[in-house]
């Protein structure tokens, strides 16, 4: 999941949309990424599905950022309120935070700001985490659709 606790590794599709992680430090994960021409949806804005992946990206990494280095996690479920469309060239900043963990699941908030403070959209989700890496997760690396 992470780099030995750094920056936590972009799968590709993240690396694809244009994902940055900008902050990793214990509770805390930002994840940023500029809007593009292909990111537009049919209306012209910014697809929701760059906002949830966003969230989820940013959610997820801040409780990545808690988990003893053995343990695993992954998303159960998250919600999303979209507030406020936005355009072509639109810094998107999301962040997350534990609101609270127990021994296997995890509750997360999440926001989604423009560089200027607008809240684009909002989040809760939940979090399975596990006390090694399940068997389903240990594939090969190199393998396609691993990342």
Known sequence: MSNERGLPRLTDLAKTIGFEVTEFTEGSCIVECTVREDHLNMGGVAHGGIHATLLDSAMGGTLVSTLAKEEWCATAQIDISYLNSVGVGTR??????????????????????????????????????????????????GTPGTD
Do not use: F, M, Y
Request: net charge positive; no cysteine.
């Open 92 to 141: 998107l900043i999301a962040s997350g935070e534990v609101a609270r963990r127990g021994r296997n699941l995890a509750h997360l908030e999440g926001r989604l700001l423009t560089s200027e403070g607008t809240v684009v959209a909002t989040a809760k989700g939940t979090w399975a985490i596990w006390d090694t890496r399940p068997s389903s997760q240990n594939r090969s690396e």
